[in-house]
């Protein structure tokens, strides 16, 4: 029976993929949470709506980068659809301060999770 491992590489170091998330408290404006992608009922859109409503009067702001089944209220401000080559560059515009997926049901990957840790946000994930 041959060994599972092959070969054992000690001096061998993780690499981290993405930088590091920075958080950081807005002085003098709201907190921005983003949320990317197409969002279905079972990605939150419905979730996303009730939160933005249920946190009206707060110091927040909910911002959609793509869009929903269905027009979406209760102060979400929605971007609408994005091509890939100019993602990085809006995400960058909106300066959101957080990254947030009120999806309910389980994905294996996640496109927009690789686009908010490539630009160093932190997310929020089920």
Excluded at 15 to 36: D, M, T
Excluded at 57 to 73: N, S, V
């Amino acid at each position: 029976v041959r060994s599972a491992v092959a070969a054992w590489h000690p001096d061998y170091r993780l690499s981290q993929p993405y930088p590091e998330p920075r958080w950081a408290f807005p002085a003098g404006r709201p907190l921005r949470v983003l949320v990317l992608g197409a969002l279905s009922r079972e990605k939150g859109a419905d979730i996303l709506e009730a939160v933005a409503a249920g946190m009206a009067g707060r110091d927040m702001e909910f911002h959609l980068l793509g869009y929903a089944y269905r027009a979406l209220e209760g102060g979400v401000i929605t971007h609408g659809p994005y091509r890939n080559g100019e993602v990085y560059r809006l995400v960058e515009e909106i300066a959101p301060d957080v990254v947030w997926y009120p999806a309910q049901w389980p994905e294996t990957y996640s496109y927009t999770l690789s686009i908010a840790l490539h630009c160093g946000l932190p997310v929020v994930v089920p």
